[in-house]
């Protein structure tokens, strides 16, 4: 039973696009994360969520908007997709509150715009 | 402000030869550190917490708050470590568990 599922898995289309990027966990976490890996590998944090309530949205282009209907899902939808939107897609989710426990990650959305 | 530096981005070791991944960080308060591993197009996984203090597949970390150093170690290496390795922090006292990974490290272990 998969504890963080983002689905698609793959996710081509073509420049000027709107496309959404869905996320569930099934762990009981009360807070959800999108992160940006982009070619060069590199991890940066886009938004996060606690308990269906944004609580971090790092300098991302308003074309992005995260969307949460309840605390096990956290959307990402992207309007206008841009060639520089390629990137693999992580959503994670944790148990924060008397520590920091690391977090559960699922398996990426690879986005490629073209 | 919070940062986290891998200052290698690649390194290369034969099978059965100590490595040492390097990680360094900056903060002002009390963090918590992480490492992480990705295995080739796979997820992120969680391979160790410095606050639990447990040695994962043979790896072991230590926090050294005097060089703000976290340092990854495992005495063997085997092929199966080859991936790519993030350390990570989290801030005590910054907003909601945020996580500033590295840059990281690309592992190749060479049999």
């Known amino acids: 039973d998969t504890a963080v599922s983002q689905t698609p898995k793959y996710l081509v289309t073509q420049m000027g696009n709107d496309k959404s990027i869905k996320c569930e966990q099934n762990l009981g976490h009360d807070t959800m994360y999108w992160y940006k890996q982009d070619s060069k590998k590199f991890l940066k944090i886009m938004f996060s969520?606690?308990?269906?309530?944004?609580?971090i949205n790092e300098t991302v282009p308003n074309r992005f908007s995260p969307k949460s209907p309840d605390k096990a899902h956290l959307n990402l939808h992207i309007n206008s997709l841009e060639l520089g939107d390629s990137a693999v897609y992580f959503c994670?989710?944790?148990?924060?509150?008397?520590?920091?426990?690391?977090?559960?990650f699922g398996s990426g959305t690879r986005l490629t715009v073209v | 402000a919070q940062r986290v530096t891998q200052p290698e981005k690649l390194l290369s070791v034969f099978k059965g030869a100590p490595v040492e991944l390097k990680c360094n960080y900056s903060y002002s308060g009390s963090p918590e550190l992480f490492w992480y591993v990705q295995y080739s197009r796979q997820r992120l996984q969680l391979l160790l917490r410095?606050?639990s203090r447990e040695s994962i597949k043979g790896f072991t970390a230590d926090l050294n708050k005097g060089e703000t150093s976290f340092h990854l170690k495992k005495p063997f290496a085997q092929e199966e470590d080859s991936a790519m390795y993030y350390c990570?922090?989290?801030?005590?006292?910054?907003?909601?568990?945020?996580?500033?990974f590295g840059a990281g490290t690309q592992v190749v272990v060479t049999p």
């Open positions: 969520y606690n308990n269906k309530e944004l609580i």
């Open positions: 994670a989710s944790s148990q924060v509150g008397g520590g920091n426990y690391g977090y559960t």
């Open positions: 990570a922090l989290s801030g005590t006292t910054d907003s909601w568990g945020k996580l500033q």
């Open positions: 410095h606050i």
